[in-house]
């Protein structure tokens, strides 16, 4: 199956910095990213859907300029977060498609944020 | 609004059996998806339904009945290695339910 990476896959941060992930699909060309967050024992929760070239679209409640996404190529995306806060901690997937329907997405390793 | 609804745990013995069912309510569906995942990692693909059906993959299968908004992830032989979160996915953008821990005793 496809791969897409991660990094870094975990990281510690100090409260009010920024922090960026990346997302990488390593063999095949990705029209579309998505971004995941998942806390402890629960789902993932979608934050936002990238497609390259064009600007985000945020699930509602995510603040868009805390979370800023970035999709410059078909095979990267970046989260930042910005300003990061204790909340903030969470599981943090990216998912990549190539084409058509999000229905077969192949996911990331995940980045586990942990803000202090 | 979208919701998949999955049981939160399900139990089982080594070389046992077991189905996992979710029934759904999304918009723009295209069809089901199931994903593995174990503690501490990111969700794995199983398998997906487009179509009404039992689709198998080894020692899992999976359901569509789209006419009932439902569908099965079916588990044979169990493992002890099978424990883990099963998630069904679906919707014009994948949308999770909330999960099924599955844990296969001796």
Known sequence: GAVVSQHPSWVICKSGTSVKIECRSLDFQATTMFWYRQFPKQSLMLMATSNEGSKATYEQGVEKDKFLINHASLTLSTLTVTSAHPEDSSFYICSAAGSGNSDTQYFGPGTRLTVL | ?106
């Open chain 2, 1 to 106: 609004g979208q919701s998949l609804e999955q049981p939160s745990e399900v139990t089982a013995v080594e070389g046992a059996i077991v189905q996992i069912n979710c029934t759904y309510q999304t918009s723009g569906f295209y069809g089901l998806s199931w994903y593995q995942q174990h503690d501490g990692g990111a969700p794995t693909f199983l398998s997906y339904n487009a179509l009404d059906g039992l689709e198998e993959t080894g020692r899992f299968s999976s359901f569509l009945s789209r006419s009932d908004s439902y569908g099965y992830l079916l588990l044979q032989e169990l493992q002890m290695k099978d424990s883990a979160s099963y998630f069904c996915a679906g919707g014009g953008k994948l949308i999770f339910g909330q999960g099924t821990e599955l844990s296969v005793k001796p």
